[in-house]
């Protein structure tokens, strides 16, 4: 009955006013999924202040406005990036052999105007919400080379990876027509992006560590956060945000919606609970940034999973999170490259763990489907499909971004001056100082 | 028993303070201050030409023995001239005998407390 006066009004409206044509083949806007999603958008915009002050507590006083700056500056950057060129090439139709898309509709997102998508939601909202994700993952990476990088070539270098990394994994991963989103019976998982964002960025952090070296003084003399109560105030703006981050992700106002927020809440939780136990255990104290590390490595971990695994699944990855992240760290340390702020062990390390582990806490209903879909499908054969995405998403991003820093390096330095340096960024690069007088160095 | 009172600019603490590590002198006292040489620094702040009144620096107070004087001013100088490129405002030493120094926890006076 539903459907007949559907078509009804759809034989009226064509009828009737022909300019309206195009805009009655469209699905009706679902104002509920629309709002849930307009919130996730400004949810997850807020995890960038967040990372900018979580990183911006973390560095020397003198370092403390270049850091928080290069969280903004992509903000800035990206955003541009992304109206231009970056939905064309994330979600656009493949382009040469599926390395990216493209398509001419969403360049300065032309084409998208009054374009409602099948969620119900305005086609904006969905670029917007995806713009967000292209903005903080380069921000991400900032943290690897902290107090030690020139802002000009970080802005060059931001746009060159996300343009050439980023959007071609997003590409990949999110489009309809990506390779890892039709890889084995149901696509390779990647929820809200753990491949996408956090493996990729702290792989390529780290490899952006190792080509400048380390900090001047690195590590004979001790570096302390200068000021902690801002970065756990940043950890707490990116536990919110990324209710959006993986509850938005699902592109919808339902089930999988509480599904994945759950599952958020539960992994964060766990993951930091895990880090103090194992921290005071070990070293005998329950150091606040340790909580917060374990927040994260947590919320990192169930960014992949949080669409397929129950609340059980969510605290044994969050727990396992933890684990591995502070072993990488403990290991960064024997190592001795300098990931200043722990890009790569708590992204990409907790990225990987929950990238690979999420197969063992898949719920059967989605196990199911993937049978159904392929014939049939076991446990073993989606760990492969995982761990295939996995190592493609570090691979690209490891060689990809070693190629644009070798290019990049030989027309911007990349690497500060010791001068610089030794100023600290807020000085060299932007005329400032952070804060009036506290610490002395 | 002298009193080193070194004002030395902001930026140059960390390598002042490994350079004075290097020579051996690893107890000193650092604090932030502010205030005016003979150095009129002009910086261009969103477009326009600012002096800035009060221009902050780091002091650094180290007592030492008379024997180690020499060694510290040296490490001090070495390291703040490395890199200066001779601009007004590097700042300076100020070298003021000690009368006494005692330490808390044993009570010790004289030289050994140094």
């Known amino acids: 009955m539903k459907i007949l006066q559907r078509s009804l009004l759809a034989f009226l409206a064509i009828t009737m006013f022909p300019a309206t044509v195009y805009a009655s083949d469209m699905p009706e806007i679902d104002s509920g999924a629309t709002a849930w999603m307009l919130t996730s958008v ?25 850091t928080m700056m290069h969280s903004f500056a992509a903000m800035g950057i990206m955003t541009v990036l992304w109206v231009i060129c970056g939905y064309a090439m994330a979600f656009g139709p493949n382009v040469l052999g599926g390395w990216f898309g493209w398509s001419w509709d969403y360049f300065m997102l032309a084409g998208i105007d009054e374009t409602i998508m099948d969620a119900g939601i305005p086609e904006y909202v969905f670029s917007m919400f995806q713009a967000k994700f292209a903005i903080i993952t380069p921000a991400l990476i900032a943290g690897a080379f902290a107090e030690r990088v020139s802002f000009k070539a970080y802005c060059f270098f931001i746009a060159l990876w996300g343009t050439l990394i980023y959007n071609p994994l997003c590409h990949w991963v999110w489009a309809s027509d990506g390779f890892l989103f039709n890889l084995g019976a149901k696509g390779a998982i990647d929820f809200a992006g753990g491949t996408v964002v956090h493996i990729s960025a702290g792989v390529s952090g780290l490899v952006v560590a190792i080509f400048l070296g380390g900090r001047k003084s690195f590590p004979h003399l001790p570096m302390r956060p200068n000021n902690l109560v801002m970065t756990m105030i940043g950890a707490g703006l990116l536990w919110v945000g990324w ?28 993951g930091a609970l895990a880090w103090i136990i194992i921290e005071g255990t ?19 971990a169930i960014t992949p999973a949080a669409g397929v695994v129950k609340p059980v699944g969510a605290m044994a990855l969050g727990i396992l999170a933890s684990g591995f992240c502070y072993m990488a760290i403990l290991l960064k340390n024997r190592l001795g490259y300098d990931d200043t702020l722990d890009a790569f062990g708590i992204h990409g390390i907790g990225g990987i763990v929950g990238a690979i582990l999420l197969t063992f806490f898949i719920r059967e209903s989605w196990m199911a489907e993937a049978a159904d879909a392929a014939g049939s499908w076991t446990l073993i054969q989606q760990l492969g499909v995982q761990a295939l995405a996995v190592l493609i998403a570090i691979s690209y991003a490891a060689f990809g971004t070693w190629v644009i820093l070798i290019v990049l390096n030989k027309i911007v330095p990349i690497r500060s001056s010791a001068e610089a340096e030794m100023r600290g960024l807020d000085n060299s690069y932007h005329g400032e100082r952070g804060y009036g007088m506290t610490n002395p160095n | 028993m002298k009193l080193l009172i070194a004002i030395i600019r902001e930026n140059q603490l960390d390598q002042v303070r490994e350079a004075l590590i ?30 800035p009144n ?55 006076r004289g030289p050994e407390a140094i």
Request: aromatic share 6%; glycine share 12%.
């Open chain 1, 42 to 66: 400004a949810l997850v915009l807020l995890m960038i202040p967040g990372l900018a002050m979580f990183y911006g507590g973390l560095v020397r006083t003198k370092n403390v406005l270049g």
């Open chain 1, 243 to 270: 209710f959006g981050f993986n509850a938005g992700s699902s592109i919808s106002s339902g089930l999988s919606t509480a599904q994945a927020l759950t599952a958020t809440q539960i992994a964060a939780a766990a």
């Open chain 1, 282 to 300: 070990h070293q005998g104290k329950a150091t606040a940034l340790g909580f917060v590390s374990g927040v994260l490595a947590g919320l990192v």
């Open chain 2, 22 to 51: 290097d020579a051996g002198i690893s107890r000193i006292t650092t604090s932030h201050v502010s205030g005016h040489g003979r150095s009129k620094t002009e910086e261009i702040y969103r477009g326009q030409v600012v002096v």
């Open chain 2, 54 to 108: 009060l221009v902050p620096n780091i002091r650094l107070e180290i007592a030492v023995n008379d024997d180690f004087v020499e060694t510290t001013c040296n490490a001090i100088l070495n390291a703040t001239t490395a890199h200066d490129g001779g601009l007004v405002g590097s700042g300076k030493i100020f070298i003021t005998p000690l009368e006494q120094c005692i330490r808390l926890r044993t009570g010790e």
